[in-house]
């Protein structure tokens, strides 16, 4: 079930509010056992949901879910305020450093991510053309709520918090979350970065992944030294159900301070690169073959949790058929590995790769020399190498044959006979056949 909490001294909140029990039918109940200001009293019931009303204002309500039966999840709806414009938004709550607007210092709300990332979904469905749809950073209170919870909230002024349009969009959007699972393998905590956290926006629209809590450079900088706020760190983590941080700017302190609390700091690289892939599996092939920072790439085959064997790619030979066809050649090789090795930005295989067994590699190899093909006249795939052989034009043996150099050259690598001294020089006379061969 999801509890809705509804602020009095927030019009914005109850113009959402207003709008919920609209947009769908509620049965009205009454609840003797609290003080109407807290909750009690007369309050709402729907499929999946229920609201309550409370008199102060939702940052400064700790321990919220106990008015509720039993929540899963909490959402405050609330107004935003800044000069942000039109704006739907979202965030969790607590202070990594000195509370300022509720809570306790360096104390966080337990997130909900996954519940965070649908509802960006529904407010880019519900939101007014004229309306952007953002995240923020984690900020104010409550730092204890009971549930996972998350703020909720039309911006950014009086004009935004009376539109009945955009109140409707958070209604329909906060409803939209019936049935949402909170829970989620792929989140990340994220660290750095503005309020209004872009980047990190990006990475929950455009991949499987989702935020938990986010440390913008001012929750950074109002924390202080990382070594001695250690326990706000963990607790960013554990409040969040996050193995993975995300960070935006160099923080090393930081750094070392995650990675000594067990976590892992990887970039956005590495989780665009690892959706799809199962992540125990994902860290196998990583201490096997190279991390996705330095090239790793995993292939077509990674769905699997099966085992694998690491081999050397024929590099020379994927190298000359990239020549002729690089994109092609990097999906080849993803379509039979389970990871490869990359140079130049992740566009040329090479180095190791992660096969099932020695299928695989013969067909890399086989596929490679096809490549091949196109430009060869002649490909034998041998047990250790492939020899390729072209017949080509020859100008030593042109000059030879008293040929000038210029449009007769032109001729004869053609394939067009040309005449010198009354003599006619078939394109044959002066072809060489060339051989190359490649280990593999």
Known sequence: MIAVLVSRADHAS???????????????????????????????????????????????????????????????????SGDTGPLLTAHFTGNFGPAQFGGEDGELARACPNAHAQLLRAFDEHAPPEYDVGMECTHHGPSTVGVPSMFVELGSDEDQWRDSEAARAVARAILDLRGVDSARERQFVGFGGGHYAPRFERIVRETEWAVGHIASDWNLEAMGSPAENRETIRRAFERSDAEYAVCEGDYPELASVVADLGYRTVSETWVREVSGVPLSLAERLEANLSSVESGLRFGDLADASGEFKVVGLPDDLVAVAAGIDRERVRELVAEHTLAFETEEGGTLAAGS?????????????????????????????????????????????????????GPEFGKLSSGVAVTVNDETIPPDAVQTERIRRYHV
């Not at 109850?14 to 003080?35: C, F, K, V």
């Not at 190899?365 to 034998?380: I, N, P, Q, S, T």
């Open 14 to 80: 109850e113009h959402i509010g207003e709008h919920l029990r609209s947009e769908t039918n509620w049965t009205a109940h009454e609840d003797e056992t609290r003080p109407d200001a807290e909750g009690g009293g007369r309050y709402y019931r729907t499929d999946g949901f229920e609201l309550r009303e409370f008199d102060a204002l939702h940052l400064d309500i700790e321990g919220a879910a106990d008015a509720f039966a039993d929540p899963d999840l909490l959402v405050f709806a609330s107004r935003h």
């Open 353 to 405: 790769a992660a096969v099932r067994g020695p299928n695989d590699y013969d067909a890399i190899v086989a596929e490679l020399a096809g490549v091949l093909g196109e430009k060869y006249d002649d490909v034998e795939r041998f047990a250790n190498e492939v020899v390729v052989r072209k017949v080509a034009f020859d100008p030593q043996k042109a000059r030879r044959l008293g040929v000038p150099e």
